[in-house]
């Protein structure tokens, strides 16, 4: 039987999961339409708007999922992690207090005028709306990310009797993780929301949609995400570095070092043994990984010796780590071959296509990678060096916490393959809408065929 | 040090008014939820209540996080304590969240055949986190005692806010829509605001029966004479509501934002009589502000953003139900 720790954690785990795989779409998705608007406002070419129309119906159910498994998250730290609280809680509370505040309202309010007040405003207001939720998203995102780099690598604080008290607010929020991390996820949001608008359009192409949105969203996507990819690349290696001075423990981990050595080989594959303190069937490239963390060919790199008891899991954290840059590789592959395609000839082959349509949500795949590299890594640390996270877990019977992750296990497992279905199910409704080109825009940027029948409309019953 | 005196009680006071601004704002679109009628032929109404919260659902729902956010936030002590005895209603109630909110988004974008499926995934939904905060409310009046009793009491609380919501969302589509389903919402108004005054006297009753404390604050003379204007307002409310939904809708349909106001006149005043009960304990009998509060200078960081950032929300909430002012229409994106 598990106990109340670790189904805590597992549920913790599945909300955070769930959770992040929408806003991860959704703070990317949402400058997208941002410049979908805007470049609709500036030229008046009708097919931008058309773009906007079918991607803010998919950015408002991803929406819609990421606030409601969001109100979860705000649950979960006082439901099953009070020692949390109590211990950080004059820290995290004031960040995430801001980022009610800051975000959640703007996002949540803008979004009604953004989604529904097309008609009902100017279309300079509602412009305005549609930067206003890209703001609130990446706010929220700027938020969430100073709390949990701050729970990597705290500073700006006191301990007075078991309890953190705020020193410093600027060290609070612009602790030493910080700017790498959020850097580092903003981008894996670009690089999902590009896979994701890629996987889509080629998924419309391929069932025989010959209009122009697709193919243009298809392009824009793809060279977007050939920009970002080896971006994210370079930001994750000076990521790497800063982990290696601030959490040296997490490193060893990622890169299966069990004894502090010299020269240590870059691993591509390895089944670490925790028992035996080796790597079994271990396949490298010698001295790589202490070139590349210490720039020295026999750079020394600390092993999981140095930190007895006091290192993550290393097994979850060196697969994830390889399942993460694994699909970034893929990525910037996919998209550097793929804009090619799209800028010199402004098409590409059909097997192209299919490869594109698997790859719909590699973005998100890679995220949860990253994210456990991270987490897991700072394990056992809930905040390092401050709070266990054995600690800081509640007191309830492990019961009440297995009822609560049954149920959150069922109803995510429903809305995840919902979600996907209805995705698809989108762009198959869309090749059939048809398009009426010769429909000019009018001044206030309202289409005249906006009433068309067969457009999905909310709330009515022609959906 | 007046810090350390005035930071909790301010706190509570922006805890409390997110709380009632919620009930207010979720409850109304809960309540469309609950009274979401299910008949083959009623597809159309169906979509036009939807529609008639579809631009707000989603900042109303905000509130419920910033009130436990503040609670989290300011009184991490009593949000420990209140999560601990409300864990399966809580998750019950994610659930139902959960539920409303994709169910609202789904239902327009799934297979036609899909659709009533998801429209009782709302209604569903909406009762299901309607009963759970209901019950909630029974088990923090009833100071988190065990026994048979909290639960009955829970169970009854449940249903009366079950009936309040009902109450105020029936009201919200008397203002809101027009011809038959106005109609029909006059009539859901009038029974649900019935209900709803027997839910508001059986608590009234129970809470100072089971507490002791409740009752002397209510009934310490001079102020009894002051504060039972609260029930008595809240009673004078009930009875000309129910006066007025007797004779609408009106030519030229004037009037018809009234009951909406006077519900939320009511739900101000049940407020207010609750946290008089209670003020200054944040766990009723156990904890008072002070015990629960945190650290001053983490409460101050806080404050100042609030006093610049809430007023900020308020207006633009405001711009947002100006912009969907009037009567509900079908809701198209672009």
Known sequence: MLDALMLSRIQFAANISFHILFPTITIAMCW???????????????????????????FALSFAIGVVSGITMSFQFGTNWPGYMETVGNIAGPLLGYEVLTAFFLEATFLGIMLFGIKRVPNKVHTLATVLVAVGTSLSAFWILALDSWMQTPTGFEMRDGVAFPTDWVAIVFNPSFPYRLTHMLIASGLTASFFIAGISAYRILKGDVKKAPRLTLKISLLVAAVLAPTQALVGDFHGLNTLEHQPAKIAAIEGIWHTEKGAPLLLFALPDEETKTNKYAIGIPKLASLILTHELDGELKGLNEFENEHPPVAPVFWSFRVMVGLGLLMLALSWFGSYHMVRKGKMPNWMLKVLVATTFSGWVATLAGWYVTEIGRQPWLV???????????????????????????????????????????ARKAIKEEEFETNEPQPDGNLTNINNPQDTAEGSAKA | MMDAYWLPVIFIGLMGLSVLIYAILDGYDLGVGILLPMGEADEAQRDTMIASIGPFWDANETWLVLAVGIMLIAFPAAHSIVLYHLYIPVAIMLIGLIMRGVAFDFRAKAAVDHKLAWDRTFKAGSILTTLAQGYMLGLYVMGFEGGVTTHLFGLLSGLGVTAAYSYIGAAWLVMKTEHQLQQRAVTWAKLTGRFCLVGVIAVSIVNPLVNPGVFDRWFDFPLVMFVLLIPALCFTAFLFNDFLLGRLPKSDDRHCWVPFCLVMLIFLLCFSALGFSFFPDVVPGQMDVWEAASAPESLSVILIGALIVVPVILAYTAFSYWVFRGKATSLNYH
Do not use: Q
């Open chain 1, 32 to 58: 997208f339409l941002v410049f979908f608007k805007v470049r609709h406002d500036m030229t008046g070419n009708p097919v931008w708007m058309r773009a906007y129309r079918f991607w803010v119906k998919v």
């Open chain 1, 384 to 426: 390092t060096g401050v709070l266990r996270t054995e600690d800081a877990v509640t007191t309830l019977p492990a019961s009440n916490v297995a009822f609560s992750l049954a149920l959150y296990l069922i109803v995510y497992t429903f809305l995840l393959i919902a979600y996907i279905h209805t995705v698809f199910l989108m």
